[in-house]
């Protein structure tokens, strides 16, 4: 008998094969049902030997927010197998060579391989990761509108938008709040761009996490007794190459990569 509470460890005493024998779609769904309880180790029909005890109280079977975010970025790369890569680069703005997909991620190369392996010129976390596999899975290839709008707005946006609020754009506006360069490094080590400014705004700037997915950031200074204010706001066709959980877990981080910057700023 051994005793797991991780549902990764679990998932990795799997072959990984997707045979379906046990009646899950992948290994990764079996391991998510052993480890609410639903389903046994031992019903691997690839696996023998083995059994799970009661997590004795250490576990009630719900996954963390990062191993939930683990278990979605390992779907997703075994999802990657079943694209061809060479034929999906070039309605994303990307380039295929060497059997891996390469593709801009705010200005830096980022590549995928048949197997989801990922090699980068920047350091991301899994909530950029995400999202930009999940653009190579799903994305329609459609050419931008060129129109900005809120979350809110987009189709599937009315349930997100408080949350994105929360936790993308308040954020966001706190950095840009403290540190006053952040827009400045934004355009220069992401390839930002800054456009036009309207009325109501001091910077308006262009970033694209992926060429098919820009985001429009406007940020108004506090003055005269008014506080300041950050806006977010996305191509009308976003959800075209972006499911909105992911269009939300994108912004929320970018957001969290900007205040890694602004706090190693803050210490030099």
Not at 108 to 117: E, F, I, R, T
Request: contains cysteine; glycine residues 6%.
């Amino acid at each position: 008998m051994i005793q797991l509470t991780n549902p990764m460890e679990i998932f990795k005493l799997l072959d990984r094969s997707n045979c379906r024998k046990c009646r899950e779609l992948t290994c990764l769904a079996f391991a998510a049902a052993v480890f609410k309880g639903q389903r046994r180790l031992i019903e691997c029909p690839n696996l023998e030997g083995h059994d799970i005890e009661p997590s004795e109280g250490k576990s009630d079977g719900r996954m963390t927010l990062e191993q939930e975010m683990e278990f979605t970025l390992e779907e997703l790369k075994n999802r990657v197998a079943s694209v061809d890569l060479a034929s999906a680069a070039p309605k994303l703005g990307a380039s295929f060579s060497d059997s891996k997909l390469t593709i801009k991620v705010l200005g830096k190369n980022l590549s995928v391989d048949s197997k989801g392996n990922i090699t980068t010129d920047i350091h991301i976390h899994s909530w950029v990761t995400i999202p930009v596999l999940n653009h190579i899975i799903r994305s329609k290839g459609t050419p931008v509108s060129g129109e900005w709008v809120p979350l809110r707005e987009l189709k599937n946006g009315k349930t997100w938008h408080r949350l994105f609020e929360q936790q993308c754009e308040k954020p966001l506006k706190r950095v840009a709040d403290i540190y006053a360069d952040l827009f400045e490094d934004m355009i220069r080590v992401f390839k930002g761009k800054q456009v036009e400014k309207h009325s109501g705004s001091d910077f308006r700037l262009v970033l694209r996490p992926l060429p098919k997915v820009p985001i429009l950031i406007c940020y108004a200074r506090a003055e005269d007794g008014l506080e300041s204010n950050l806006n977010i706001f996305f191509d009308s066709r976003v959800e075209d190459h972006l499911n909105i959980e992911c269009i939300y877990t994108l912004g929320v981080g970018l957001a969290k990569m900007f205040n890694k910057i602004a706090l190693r700023h803050s210490f030099q």
